[in-house]
């Protein structure tokens, strides 16, 4: 849309809050990203990066009947993804199955999977175990946690186990352990809670208020990544859960949104309300984990966290997403419906 | 004919050669072999003198060579020659046959002369025979009465003996008498095998009694060692003479021994009372110079008087000097034990004389024993009780500063209500700061002023730890004020986990005062410090040059200045927090889609506005003033593009309708496309209206963010909008960049706009009335507290 930038952008017609890799796509980079409407159609798009990597292009646009505060793509079939949507007084949260496209842009409309029902406050957001294939579907809302049994075949969505976690813990997300499919953990007003998915119990807890958004490193086991309102970003093991293993600065303002790479180990990527998103090498902090290594390095040698700082947004910025097909490329999505491609090569770290 | 002449002239003479030849020379077989070879060949008028000599050849030759008067020359030559030669010959017979002669003659004599040799000899063994048997004679005659007279001889011997023993006890009296105790141990011991042999029977008497004297020589000598009256040399040999006799002197030993330890208890006594005396004294250190010199010189007294034992110990006992130097060394041990008990009072000036005393205890000391080495332990144990002095002096300092730190959160705690009570703390530890370091100095400067060869010695060491000690103090103190503000880093949390405060305990002034406290430390303390160590403390560098100087300013400046930097952040973030969390209840409470209409300003604003009006007075104690900058009337971009989108938006909500929506965002987006990037998040300045603006800001920035999480209705829409109107009032008076705050709160109404389903402004009268009502309220309010 603007020029002097290095991604490649591509235009949303409303705001827009939310963007997801497409993870089965092996094909191509894709992307699917949801509009944010009060008051018109929103819409779901599906964007492809071009073979050349130069452009994005539309694929798919369908309409959706509701503002999508929350999209997240199948990790095993490129054609079904959730959202979470809401208009007003009513919420809602489904799984979608993009039709078959015969070469018309037009918008079709998008098939229903099935209808997540049941919740009975503000939808927050629906998990997909991002590893592989699995039947199972987590959805969040501000005092539950659901979990669905899917069949994508049969087209229907049950629910196996319901659990609240309490009245005053106002739950704001979450995340699912890549490395094991029981633990999933929900953010909340004053902390990181830690469940076990056969039990549907509280497992453990790390008690760090403000924590808005939370990313398990793909690569590295018992690795957490949380993001908090106005202290950064604080990378925590999940074995030594009192203190942070690491921290980085984060944003001035919130830093909204953590993502890891898929690939690279310790490669962090935030988006905040500050219209940024930062790139962040972890590792060195993080690898060595002991703290013994931190003390023998004078703190003069402390290799400055923060790789790159990507700043051509014009407003905050809430979706992020890596590709999984190509990690070295991910995608941020700006309040003002702007999605841009980047790709992090000339900062990747010399092996 | 004339060469048959030759010929037999030739032969002849041949035969005389070969003769003469054989006669002397060595080997003439090899003579007459070589001859026909060379005959031939080496052909010169030379050849006539040797013994290849070939005649004929010669001849022919000369013939050949020499003409005729020549040869007639020769001929006359050869001649004489000849004929000379014949003499010779003749001569050499001649006196051949002379000497052979003579010597038939000597033969001759020597056999008459021998004829009559033999009877002689034989009367001459006659005569020996004789005299050896007139010899025999002679000795036996003389060989009873010699042994008669050896035996005569023995018994007087014995007799005197046997006399000295009878005379010993009467004799030992006598020496006792004169004291001349050597020469009666001298007896004793030389009467000692006969006692010894023979005084069980003979000598029963004589021994008792010789033996009582040498008890009564054994008390005197002991008497002596043991009093001090008697010179060294005296008492040295009594104990040699003791040892003569056999007398256990190691137990004299052990016993004196203990009398000098004793002694040594006595005097550390006197020595802990000096000590606590200059201590009464130096409690006023400037009037008690004089009286400290009394106590002084009996400690000095005592202490010489210990050397002097000693000494006399080292004469008297040989080899005693490994058990003097551990005596002498416990005795420097004790002293600096003493010393460290001072070090925990403070006293550079006490440490000084105490330092000095123990050094002139130790030179007294070693001139009496140099095999202790005391000089150098001393100087070790002075080391180490310098460096310890140095240390707690430190830990003193810090703790001084951390009591001044501290207060405010103890004040906070306590609730004593003052007008400026992060000032005065701020103040006081600053003060603290500089007074600390400048007393530090003065104390250590008194160390290095001190003219005692010990502290001389130390100097070196002394200046580097001063300057090492400081390195260390400013990062102990960095450490604690992270501690302090719960920011401490990973590594230290480990140690300090019981001490870590939880978060929220800390008083977001406290670390506002750390933050301005570090930039003071940075931009002041250091600086001056710096000053006074290479004024008084330059040198040193017994650390190597490698090292570089213990005390890098520039180093304890940069951690200083970005934890300054940090402090502050950490400030901002606490504050902002807290302001989150209040617009999360405001936000999370109510729902807004039913929201009723509004009817006043909501109480939140008033909540916010007072939270930023604590800021401004934490603020305005701590942080200076910046430089007004007038750049928001003059550089009016950022006004023009806060007011950019007013005409629009009031334009957009008017159409009440949604259908043009879709262009409204694109104007929006115009808009922003056109305007200049608001830049929000600037870097802050340690200035009061840096902090509190970038207060605002981010708060604001919430506020908008915590709207765009929500969905209005149309009274939702109004109450924020009418919220905001009275904060932009309001706000004018607190935050300096106006032009961001407008914009930040153009932003807020345009995204509470944005999420509404029908966004209808309030009539401006109305809402002037309403602001002007909550004004007229909260001036009401303040009027009467």
Known sequence: ?351 | MEVEGGATLDDKAKRMRDLLSSFYSPDPSSASSQQPNTSSRFATLDTINTASFDADQYMNLLVQKSNMEGLLQKHVEMAAEIKNLDTDLQMLVYENYNKFISATDTIKRMKSNIVGMETNMERLLEKIMSVQSRSDGVNTSLFKKREHIEKLHRTRNLLRKVQFIYDLPARLEKCIKSEAYADAVRYYTGAMPIFKAYGDSSFQDCMRQSEEAVAIIINNLEGKVFSDAESIQARAEAVMLLKQLDFPVESVKVKLFEKLEQFLVDLNLDSKELTNSSVDVNGSPDTGRVPDAAPATAHEASVREFAEAVRAYKVIFLDSEPQLSKLAQDFVRKHFEATHQQIEKQHSADLTTILRVIWSDVLLLDEVLPEASLPDFALQSARVAVKDYISSAFSHFLLHISDAVMKVQGRQKEGIEEEYPLQAALEASQKAVLHGSMNIFLEFRRLLDENSELLLKLRDLTIDWVQEGFQDFFRKLDDYFCLLSGKSTVASQEVNLLERMPGDKIAAGLVLVLAQLSLFIEQSAIPRITEEIASSFSGGGVRGSEYGPAFVPAEICRIFRSAGEMFLHLYINMRTQKISVLLKKRFAAPNWIKHKEPREVHMFVDLLLQEFEEIRTEVKQILPQGILRKHRRTDSNGSTASSRSNPLRDDRLNRSNTQKARSQLLETHLAKLFKQKMEIFTKVEQTQESVVTTIVKLSLKSLQEFVRLQTFNRSGFQQIQLDIYFLKSTLKRIAEDEAAVDFLLDEVIVSTAERCLDPVPLEPPILDRLVQTKLAKTSEQSMPS
């Open chain 1, 1 to 351: 849309m603007q020029g002097g930038s290095t991604g490649i952008g591509y235009g949303l017609k409303y705001q827009a809050r939310c963007i997801s890799d497409v993870k089965a796509d092996t094909d191509h980079t894709s992307f699917l990203t949801g509009t944010l409407s009060l008051k018109e159609e929103n819409e779901v798009h599906l964007l492809r990066l071009s073979s050349g990597g130069t452009e994005l292009i539309c694929e798919g646009l369908f309409s959706h009947p509701n503002e999508i505060w929350d999209l997240a793509s199948c990790p095993f079939d490129q054609r079904i993804f959730s959202t979470v949507f809401s208009s007003g007084e009513t919420y809602g949260a489904a799984v979608w199955q993009i039709p078959e496209l015969y070469g018309q842009l037009s918008s079709p409309q998008l098939e229903s999977v099935a209808s997540l029902d049941g919740h009975t406050c503000k939808i927050r957001c629906v998990l997909w175990w991002p590893t592989g294939r699995h039947d199972k579907l987590v959805s969040v809302d501000e005092q539950n946690l659901f979990l669905w049994s899917l069949d994508t075949s049969k087209k229907t969505a049950q629910v196996q186990s319901q659990e609240s976690a309490g009245m005053l813990h106002y739950l704001t997300g979450g995340a699912w352990d890549p490395h094991d499919s029981n633990s999933i953990s929900l953010t909340c007003d004053s902390s990181v809670q830690l469940w076990d998915l056969r039990t549907m119990k509280k497992t453990n807890s790390i008690e760090h208020a403000h924590v808005r958004n939370v990313d398990y490193d793909m690569k590295k086991r018992y690795t957490l990544v949380t993001a908090e309102d106005e202290s950064g970003i604080h990378i925590w093991d999940l074995r030594k859960l009192k203190f942070p293993v690491a921290d980085l600065p984060g944003h001035p303002h919130w830093t909204w949104t953590v993502k890891c790479n898929p690939v690279y180990e310790g490669l962090i990527l935030s988006a905040g309300t500050d219209s940024a998103v930062n790139l962040w090498l972890a590792s060195s902090l993080g690898r060595n984990d002991s703290a013994s290594d931190s003390l023998a390095a004078p703190p003069t040698r402390r290799i400055e966290p923060l790789l790159n700082s990507y700043n051509d947004y014009e407003d905050s910025v809430y979706g992020l997403a890596w590709s999984s097909r190509e990690p070295w490329i991910f995608a941020s999505l700006s309040y003002d419906g702007r999605v841009v491609v980047e790709s992090i090569k000339p900062h990747l770290p010399r092996k």
